[in-house]
């Protein structure tokens, strides 16, 4: 009798650790556009990170114009979230990074989600070379993001490899 009710106990919690860390967007469908710049129109931001520059600094992916995606938002549930944090809480529920053209459509095709969220795609890694002359030659790794600024309005950001722990990481689950 008291292994089950510590059964159902340890039930209820891990119930509860999985919603608290996909509380949050949930999930949403999108349709993917494969072509960078039209991507990046769709959006139809205020404001765009200068690194992501043109196509021909985006990073390769597998994407398929036209595909339907299911994208899952993780929250990690702690104060800092490192690159590994992240990857490791999608890993465990079997599902993969999403990368920039699934945040695209995200935030092309459900655009309010990123007023209420700070969304990160880490299955994509730019690398930029910095142009402030205090920098000098500097290669930064940057990650993809959306989020809501009260000055600058719709934001398509790049951050840096360490996250707040209020964010939310962008994931394919289910082999797509």
Not at 10 to 21: D, G, Q, S
Not at 106 to 113: E, I, K, T, W
Not at 114 to 126: F, M, N, P, T
Not at 139 to 152: C, F, G
Request: charged share 25%; with cysteine; proline share 5%.
């Amino acid at each position: 009798m008291k292994f089950a009710r510590f059964f159902v106990l340890a039930l209820a919690i891990i119930a509860f650790t999985t919603a608290a860390r996909t509380r949050g967007p949930g999930s949403v469908e999108v349709t993917l556009i494969c072509d960078f710049e039209k991507a990046k129109e769709a959006g139809k931001y205020d404001w765009v990170h200068p690194a992501y520059g043109d196509a021909s600094d985006a990073p390769s992916t597998n994407c398929k114009n036209g595909e339907k995606v299911k994208i899952t938002f993780f929250n990690v549930g702690q104060e800092i979230v490192t690159f590994q944090d992240a990857e490791d809480e999608i890993r465990r529920h079997s599902c993969r990074p999403a990368t920039w053209p699934e945040l695209f459509a995200v935030g092309a095709q459900h655009p309010d989600l990123q007023r209420d969220y700070h969304i990160v795609a880490i299955g994509s890694i730019w690398k930029y070379t910095a142009k402030n002359p205090m920098l000098k030659k500097q290669v930064l790794i940057l990650i993809p993001s959306l989020y809501w600024d009260e000055e600058d309005g719709k934001n398509l950001g790049m951050d840096t490899i360490v996250f707040s722990g209020e964010w939310h990481f962008a994931a394919v689950c289910g082999g797509k």
